[in-house]
């Protein structure tokens, strides 16, 4: 069935550091695909999506690509602060398109 | 704009009460979702609705649990005789159906049953 793999946490970097959080997908077809955050103590927070194949999704410096050769949506950052600590999950949506397959979700930890 | 908001935040229970949820959408939004997330685990989909009508259901949504949302505004979650499987983190989700859809969650309410 369709599913959303991505990489296992925490990650822990220091502050200006580059991330990346791989995201992998299976599907039938071309999903739509996301990246959602939760905050500490919020709901999760939609931060950026794509629609189709080589769709490049951003939002607060933080940028995916949907690749449909290697089925993946990694997120990116160039230079992490300390308010980007958070869990982020990857997610893509069913076949109907009436929900979201999310991933197990990754902690990220940034110090100062 | 208030949010998504859930009711109560947190609920602890003894297993084989009933409990229920409340979740409040935001105002003009016609869909609704229930999402269910347990430790190191992402959210799960249980169920949703567009206005009053529930348009499917998750095979985790067991027989024990049931959804509404009378009038298309607010909906409800009960869970019935619960279980200490049922400890979880339940979400409420809802969206404005159209092209660029955008689903805004709650903080949830975290169910622990003893």
């Known amino acids: 069935g369709d599913s959303v793999t991505q990489m296992e946490g925490p990650v822990t970097l220091s502050e200006e550091a580059f991330l990346t959080i791989n995201c992998t997908y299976t599907?039938?077809?071309?999903?739509?695909l996301f990246w959602y955050v939760q905050y500490p103590g919020e709901g999760l927070q939609l931060l950026l999506k794509?629609?189709?194949?080589?769709d490049k999704g951003s939002n607060k410096g933080f940028e995916a690509t949907y690749r449909k050769e290697t089925t993946s949506f990694h997120l990116e950052k160039g230079s992490v602060q300390v308010s980007d600590s958070a869990v982020y999950f990857c997610?893509?949506?069913?076949?109907?398109?009436?929900?979201?397959?999310f991933g197990k979700g990754t902690t990220l930890s940034v110090s100062s | 704009d208030t949010g998504v908001s859930q009711d109560p935040r947190h609920k602890i229970t003894k297993r084989g009460q009933n409990v229920t949820f409340r979740c409040d959408p935001i105002?003009?939004?016609?869909?609704l979702y229930w999402y269910r997330q347990t430790l190191g685990q992402g959210p799960e989909f249980l169920t949703y609705?567009?206005?009053?009508?529930?348009?499917?259901k998750s095979r985790l949504l067991s027989d024990r649990f049931s959804a509404e949302r009378p009038k298309g505004s607010f909906s409800t979650l009960e869970i019935q005789r619960t279980e200490q499987g049922d400890s979880a983190m339940y979400l409420c989700?809802?969206?404005?159906?159209?092209?660029?859809?955008?689903?805004?969650f709650g903080s949830g309410t975290q169910l622990s049953v003893l």
């Open positions: 989700a809802s969206s404005l159906r159209g092209k660029n859809e955008k689903l805004f």
């Open positions: 599907a039938t077809g071309y999903p739509s």
């Open positions: 794509a629609t189709k194949a080589d």
């Open positions: 997610a893509q949506e069913n076949q109907a398109g009436t929900a979201l397959i």
């Open positions: 105002s003009e939004h016609n869909r």
């Open positions: 609705f567009q206005n009053e009508a529930q348009l499917e």
